[in-house]
């Protein structure tokens, strides 16, 4: 039996909300019934390009009892009020990344999946990104012995648009692609947990009230520093990935990787396989979970570790200290 979805938020940013809806129907066990979104005009595309239900309030929509599944594509400031009014209505729940704003709303989150019973998740979709498969799967092979440094980096240069501008809907690198990439990295580290975070925000060019460079260190409680490096004022731009470990050291970039350290006693250099993924793999797992048949795939407790690197970075650069974490 298939899982009715609703997907919130059907804006033009990317078009992710219609990705969203087109992923959900190309999955088995997953049927796309509704969407909805607070502009009328949207909700009329929605209506003729998916031919589904549109109710006019998002109330309308959880107060639906054939509604399984709520999928929030909103701003970042609305997915925790959002997601815990869908999950006391009884629905399962995924976000779109970051899972929120702050470690309070991912606790308020967290508790009301858990009083419900149903499933909160995260959509963070980088997870199936071929160079984060790659890495990963040099890292679980040992080649790297003991991992002791990680540098993940996404810049490049462009005026923020749209809400992301805006510091209030949680725009800003820090939360865009620094969620992704504090994710990525925890997953590599698990299941050591970051304990230090100290963060330099930057506002140059653009004139937003968001930061348009981010640099971030965090600790890590094996010993092991990971720094993200993400903006939007960046002619040029370093290695996506730099991993470094006891034996070898990769570095990475979207579709290349490659090896170098002693391997069998000698040492040289190798091009890395890339594997190759595809970030609807994230609802195939999602319909499993929901049926009972899989074990869900980005648990709303990994994604509050970002979170936690975030928050904790925000206050690291407003009081020019490392704040300790645990």
Request: proline residues 3%.
């Amino acid at each position: 039996m298939s899982a009715n979805c609703a997907v919130v938020g059907y804006g033009a940013a990317y078009s992710m909300g219609k990705f969203h809806a087109e992923a959900i129907r190309s999955v088995e066990g997953l049927d796309l019934t509704a969407v909805y979104d607070a502009d009328p005009a949207r909700r009329e595309a929605a209506r003729n390009e998916l031919q589904v239900n549109t109710p006019e309030t998002y109330e309308q929509l959880l107060a639906d009892p054939s509604i399984d599944l709520v999928v929030l594509v909103t701003p970042h400031d609305t997915h925790a009020p959002l997601a815990v009014q869908a999950l006391r209505a009884g629905k399962h729940c995924a976000t779109e990344k970051p899972m929120c704003m702050n470690l309070r709303e991912a606790d308020e989150m967290i508790a009301a999946a858990q009083d419900s019973s149903r499933i909160l998740t995260v959509f963070h979709n980088r997870r199936w990104d071929s160079d984060y498969l790659t890495v990963s799967n040099v890292v679980k092979s040992g080649l790297l012995g003991n991992v002791f440094l990680i540098e993940s980096t996404v810049n490049g240069f462009g005026e923020p648009m749209g809400w992301r501008r805006e510091k209030k809907h949680g725009g800003g690198n820090l939360y865009d692609w620094g969620a992704h990439l504090w994710d990525q990295i925890a997953r590599l580290l698990a299941p050591a947990r970051p304990v230090r975070v100290f963060a330099d925000l930057q506002h140059r060019v653009w004139n937003v009230d968001t930061e348009t460079q981010a640099t971030v260190m965090c600790q890590f409680d094996n010993g092991a520093t990971a720094t993200v490096d993400v903006g939007c004022v960046s002619w040029q731009s370093k290695p996506r990935w730099i991993v470094r470990g006891e034996k070898a050291a990769l570095v990475g970039q979207w579709d290349s990787a490659t090896l170098k350290g002693e391997f069998g006693g000698v040492r040289g250099e190798m091009q890395v396989e890339m594997i190759k993924g595809d970030w609807k793999d994230f609802y195939r797992n999602l319909s499993g979970a929901i049926a009972g048949t899989a074990d869900l795939a980005v648990k709303p407790q990994e994604a509050r570790t970002a979170i936690q690197i975030i928050e904790a970075a925000v206050q690291s650069f407003e009081s020019g200290q490392a704040i300790a974490i645990g």
